[in-house]
T-cell receptor, first 111, second 116 residues
Framework: KNQVEQSPQSLIILEGKNCTLQ??????????LRWYKQDTGRGPVSLTI?????NTKSNGRYTATLDADTKQSSLHITASQLSDSASYIC??????????FGTGTRLTIIP | GAVVSQHPSWVICKSGTSVKIECRSL??????MFWYRQFPKQSLMLMAT?????????EQGVEKDKFLINHASLTLSTLTVTSAHPEDSSFYIC????????????FGSGTRLTVV
């Protein structure tokens, strides 16, 4: 079973609206957790990185939160734009160990 | 910094031929490079890890004779898909790290391989 489950699998929202993507993980402990954006046909690009002790981290319109007690992370996107259409992947990262990729959420922004 | 470039971005080849994909670290020396494969709507799956100057370490289920990896320099690794078949059609992504054996945050732009 994948140790990193994301929800929803896919999401369609109107341009300008906000949305929140969820990540539940069992991988523990980890040194940091990253959210990646992967455009279709492209490699993943890091959006945010949080250490185990951080609760929130922002990068422009992207805000990630982390609750180590419940082993949940979320990515909130504010004022969505058409260019936000992509897959978003949650990745807990622990040094030299194998990266465990989340199942991903496919986000589609419609005008 | 930490830019990883892949080439080509897409390739179409005939069944039975071989295809070479390049992965370059542009602004750092990549002691370790990682090769991933991603099928549609699925997560990235690690295929192999290569340390510069050493033989690659392949994940379980990945045929080392089919997916040849060369990492002869600190800025270049190549993945050669030999005798490609349609089931090898996939998205191949590399990742590079300046630290030996340490997982990397930085991914290449990917290569879409279609075998016809």
């Amino acid at each position: 079973k994948n140790q990193v489950e994301q929800s929803p699998q896919s999401l369609i929202i109107l341009e300008g609206k906000n949305c929140t993507l969820q990540c539940n993980y069992t991988v523990s402990p980890f040194s940091n957790l990253r959210w990646y954006k992967q455009d279709t046909g492209r490699g993943p690009v890091s959006l945010t990185i949080m250490t185990f002790s951080e609760n929130t981290k922002s990068n422009g319109r992207y805000t990630a939160t982390l609750d180590a007690d419940t082993k949940q992370s979320s990515l909130h996107i504010t004022a969505s734009q058409l260019s936000d259409s992509a897959s978003y992947i949650c990745v807990p990262y622990f040094g030299n160990e194998k990266l465990t990729f989340g199942t991903g959420t496919r986000l589609t922004i419609i005008p | 910094g930490a830019v990883v470039s892949q080439h080509p971005s897409w390739v179409i080849c005939k069944s039975g031929t071989s295809v070479k994909i390049e992965c370059r670290s542009l602004d750092f020396q990549a002691t370790t490079m990682f090769w991933y494969r991603q099928f549609p709507k699925q997560s990235l799956m690690l295929m192999a890890t290569s340390n510069e100057g050493s033989k690659a370490t392949y994940e379980q289920g990945v045929e080392k004779d089919k997916f040849l990896i060369n990492h002869a320099s600190l800025t270049l690794s190549t993945l050669t898909v030999t005798s490609a078949h349609p089931e090898d059609s996939s998205f191949y992504i590399c990742s590079a790290s300046p630290d030996r054996g340490r997982r990397s945050y930085t991914f290449g732009s990917g290569t879409r391989l279609t075998v016809v």
